[in-house]
């Protein structure tokens, strides 16, 4: 029997530097000294996050439904070029306006990448890094016939991501109006 070696594809990223928005405080707060295991040590979730109205629905479901005080919670933005100046600022701020939402909601810490590449592809690629307890994701909004012709980011991270539990949050009915 032979071993077969995979190519292993080199990507681009770029971190994000987030402001700095935890105070320092000492080693075991009070209220997270009786809590023990997985809940004191906290989880990382990987969330994905674009400039639409469903991404940042998708967002605010998880600091709603899923993070506690002790999680990491790993903001991932897919791009076209890491390289492209114009496009990595608006997509910095992007991250540090959901990284303070974040800390006031849910008092979570994050930390941001934008990569570089297919959006499918490259959250799987984090969450096989990340190793998170769940991956949220955000529906486009697309008809049915539309997802199955022009395919589905979402649904590609449901079907390849084995690294993590997907979630897909719904986007939000029509006739309810989203408050950015």
């Not at 799987?124 to 994701?137: D, F, G, H, Q, T």
Request: with cysteine; hydrophobic share 40%.
């Amino acid at each position: 029997m032979e071993t077969v070696e995979e190519d292993v594809e080199e990507y681009s990223w770029r971190e994000v530097v987030l402001p700095r928005l935890i105070p320092v405080v000492p080693h075991a707060a009070p209220e997270l000294e009786r809590e023990t295991g997985e809940r004191r040590r906290g989880r990382d979730l990987l969330v994905a996050v674009d400039f639409g109205p469903n991404s940042r629905h998708a967002f605010r479901w998880a600091l709603a439904h899923l993070a506690r005080i002790a999680d990491t919670l790993h903001l991932v933005h897919a791009v076209s070029s890491v390289q492209n100046d114009l496009v990595y600022n608006k997509s910095q701020e992007l991250m540090d306006e959901l990284a303070v939402e974040a800390f006031k909601e849910s008092l979570v810490h994050t930390k941001a990448r934008i990569v570089e590449g297919d959006a499918g592809k490259v959250i799987c690629r984090e969450a096989e890094r990340l190793k998170p307890a769940a991956v949220v994701i955000g529906t486009r909004g697309r008809s049915l016939i539309q997802s199955v012709l022009q395919g589905s980011v979402s649904e590609y991270c449901f079907h390849n991501c084995k690294a993590a539990p997907v979630i897909i949050v719904p986007g939000k009915e029509a006739g309810e109006q989203s408050v950015l």
